[in-house]
């Protein structure tokens, strides 16, 4: 009797004391969690980015593009028309919401149209101040509406001996002449079709900037090739082979753009198609055969967060936040998302935007998108980390404090030594191999440690790269370079992910730099 209570005693304890260890591990947890220390103090994110992948980047796969007609004329093209009579350009006076005249002679904002591609040779002309171009009543050029519409609607007509020399059709049948350097109107028949120097509806067309997103690409291709084109790629740019390569280099997780579109799959909002959530789930079932980590990142939000063609931006402008239907849009995106994936061992972490730029995107904005999307992600996911991208321009510590209240937050930073909207970036034309190794180790180091508080979110360099402005620098120069980066950019207390994987620029491509001995892991 005395032996059987001893054991039965033994076993309660036993159990009691069971009891107390996971109630102390499950603290420890729920602590580690609130404050945004990593879960396991040991794992660090060393990733790579998808990049160009389900989100279109002209740059690192050019050859997109090579198919679609007319492809100097795509969406937000900024295009400039130098008459050949009076030698002057026009101009959206004030910069909109006025008349057009040509009275210039030289060529900046105000003189730079901003095309929307209705098809290959049919556009409307968005202005400085973002009124579109088009034809009054009297048949006076003007850009006062906000919306195009039929008379918001022009052919560009091309010489086909002097591309550069071109005519514009308006909806009426008449082509644009300058008749003074105060009066353009849309009253010309075109003559007899001549091209020379004495013809007031001749204009020498000049390009001044180009994007080449996945605005640009749908749009340009049309429907039909666009979905052809963009499922190839889905399929063939990334593949299987390419996560057990990320698995075998000692990499453990890959960092994904998507664009908000993809929510909507199989059937998005023209002019995109659908696809790309099928290759994501591709993606996240690679990612648990090879034991890697997923972080989804909303590259591109509605109305564009910044005005680069990473965000989708179809003519430069940024619309992001600045109604409560982008910010809810966006939100439902995120909640889709993370819903899809919340019960795949491979979700490791959602980022609720890339980049939005700063004064534009306001604190307040991204301040009240990152509560409301964190919200979205935690109703799906308790262990999801949430992160946080900084505004390009802005203070890098002032997510800090609102950041520190959410559990398993994270913020991201991005670190380039060839360009930056912080600082003036043409200091990193003229440094040499040492001066890009001591900004790294001294600058770079700094910063992230500004960033870094222990009782403060998590910190991640969700982008860097081992490119640079050195010209004529050696093997063993990127090697220094890289390594310098892999070492700062290791104290991290989330990790790091290079840009990107694959490009056509050779030292932005992770899979060529670890090939060719150029980064070692």
């Known amino acids: 009797m005395q032996l059987k209570n001893i054991a039965t005693y033994s076993s309660r304890t036993m159990k009691l004391l069971v009891v107390h260890y996971l109630f102390i591990i499950s603290s420890c ?92 040779t049919i556009f409307n002309f968005r202005v400085f101040n973002k009124e579109f171009v088009g034809v009054d009543g009297s048949g006076n050029v003007v850009a006062v509406e906000n919306k195009p519409g039929f008379s918001e609607t022009f052919e560009i007509v091309r010489n086909s001996d002097d591309p550069s020399r071109v005519r514009i059709k308006s909806t009426n049948g008449f082509f644009l002449q300058v008749k003074t350097e105060e009066l353009v109107t849309a009253d010309h028949s ?40 963009m499922r190839e790629h889905w399929r063939t740019f990334i593949v299987e082979e390419d996560f057990s390569f990320i698995k075998s280099n000692g990499l453990n997780a890959v960092r994904i753009p998507v664009g908000w579109w993809i929510a909507s799959d199989p ?101 009240k998108y990152y509560q409301a999307g964190y919200n979205a992600v935690r109703k799906h996911s308790s262990t999801a980390y949430v992160v946080m991208s900084n505004r390009l321009s802005s203070d890098p510590t002032e997510l800090l404090t609102f950041a520190s209240g959410l559990k398993g937050s994270v913020i991201d930073v991005h670190y380039y030594n060839l360009f930056s909207r912080i600082i003036d970036s043409s200091i990193f034309d003229n440094m040499s ?55 700062v950019f290791g104290r991290a207390t989330f990790g790091w992910a290079y840009w990107t994987l694959k490009n056509v620029n050779n030292h932005w491509s992770m899979e060529w730099m670890i090939k060719n001995g150029y980064i070692k892991l």
């Open 29 to 120: 947890y729920i602590f580690n969690f609130s404050y945004g220390r990593n879960l396991n103090p040991n794992f660090r994110v060393k990733a790579v980015n998808l990049g160009g992948w389900l989100l279109t980047e002209g740059w690192i796969k050019p050859s997109l593009f090579d198919a679609i007609p007319n492809n100097d004329f795509l969406d937000g093209t900024g295009l400039q028309f130098k008459s050949v009579t009076v030698g002057k350009y026009l101009c959206a006076e004030l910069g909109g919401g006025n008349i057009i005249v040509a009275n210039r002679t030289a060529a900046s904002g105000w003189e730079t149209f901003k095309i929307w591609r209705i098809n290959s």
């Open 190 to 229: 075109g003559g007899n079709g001549g091209w020379g120097d004495d013809d007031p509806s001749v204009f020498i067309m000049k390009t001044s900037g180009r994007l080449e997103g996945e605005f640009q690409i749908t749009n340009g291709y049309g429907p039909i090739m666009a979905s052809q084109v």
């Open 267 to 367: 059937t998005p909002p023209k002019p995109y198609v659908g696809g790309s959530l099928n290759a994501l789930d591709n993606a996240f079932l690679w990612a648990r055969k090879y034991e890697l980590k997923v972080i989804i990142d909303l590259h591109a939000a509605p109305g564009s967060q910044n005005p680069c063609e990473h965000s989708d931006n179809r003519d430069g402008t940024i619309e992001w936040g600045k109604t409560d239907d982008t910010i809810q849009q966006t939100v439902e995106v995120i909640e889709f998302l993370t819903a899809r994936y919340a019960k795949n061992p491979s979700l490791y972490a959602v980022e609720l935007i890339n980049e939005p730029l700063a004064p534009e995107v306001t604190l307040d904005m991204v301040k």
């Open 433 to 487: 191999v040492q001066q890009n190794l001591e900004f790294v180790n001294t600058n770079r180091s700094a910063e992230l440690n500004t960033v870094t508080q222990s009782n403060g979110p998590l910190t991640f360099v969700g982008e860097w790269v081992a490119e640079w402005q050195v010209r004529d620098a050696t093997k063993e120069d990127y090697q220094m370079f890289a390594q310098a980066q892999l070492e």
